[in-house]
């Protein structure tokens, strides 16, 4: 099954400055990979997902990439604020494989 | 909020209780999820239902039990062969049954073992 590896756990950065984050995965079948963001004790709100067919995806100040070779996928936000600090959750699943989750990163920035 | 909803918002069990989460959605969404949540952690599948009278254990079911009998309701029994239940228990569902669906979450039960 597909197996998810998130990193780095903990993030802090500046205000104004950019965050990345970084997930990969096992399955090379997997085909959806979406971005969640959870603030404390609420549910995971999808930010950004992108599927294999795209290399990258823009949003406003937040972006993500996609190496299928590599098998990894990157969330990346510029210009953070502190309303951006939450914890963040990559995801990836395919058509015949349930969605598995990364542990997490927990971002936190500073005024 | 997405038309998903979970209730109690906060639930809390003795030693040897069962107790039932709900999980109702009025998005006529085919797929249902349960995932548990401890603190620090990403979040683990627990049971899925990909239609009406069936489901699928997920990577940690042991303890745990389901049921789909309609579209919209997915509840979720904790049983007291669960060892460690405290933890936030997140139901949630996609448009189809297949999987690179987009999931929308409910707002989560918070479950706490006195």
């Known amino acids: 099954g597909e197996n998810v590896e998130q990193h780095p756990s903990t993030l802090s950065v500046q205000e104004g400055d950019s965050a990345v984050i970084k997930c990969t995965y096992s399955d090379s079948a997997s085909n959806y990979f979406p971005w969640y963001k959870q603030e404390l004790g609420k549910r995971p709100q999808l930010i950004i997902d992108?599927?294999?067919?795209?290399g990258e995806k823009k949003d406003q100040r937040i972006a993500v990439t996609l190496n299928k070779t590599a098998k990894h996928f990157s969330l990346h936000i510029t210009e953070t604020q502190p309303e951006d600090s939450a914890v963040y959750f990559c995801?990836?699943?395919?058509?015949?494989?349930?969605?598995?989750f990364g542990a997490g990163t927990r971002l936190t920035v500073k005024p | 909020d997405g038309g998903i909803t979970q209730s109690p918002k906060y639930l809390f069990r003795k030693e040897g209780q069962n107790v039932t989460l709900s999980c109702e959605q009025n998005l006529n969404h085919d797929a249902m999820y349960w995932y548990r949540q401890d603190p620090g952690q990403g979040l683990r599948l627990i049971y899925y239902?990909?239609?009406?009278?069936?489901?699928q254990k997920g990577d940690i079911a042991e303890g745990y039990s389901v049921s789909r009998e309609k579209k919209e309701s997915f509840p979720l029994t904790v049983t007291s062969a669960q060892k460690n239940p405290t933890a936030f228990y997140l139901c949630?569902?996609?448009?189809?049954?297949?999987?690179?669906?987009?999931?929308?979450f409910g707002p989560g039960t918070r479950l706490t073992v006195l």
């Open positions: 949630a569902s996609t448009p189809s049954s297949l999987g690179s669906d987009t999931q929308y």
């Open positions: 992108i599927r294999s067919n795209v």
């Open positions: 995801a990836a699943s395919s058509l015949i494989e349930d969605m598995r």
């Open positions: 239902s990909q239609i009406v009278n069936d489901f």
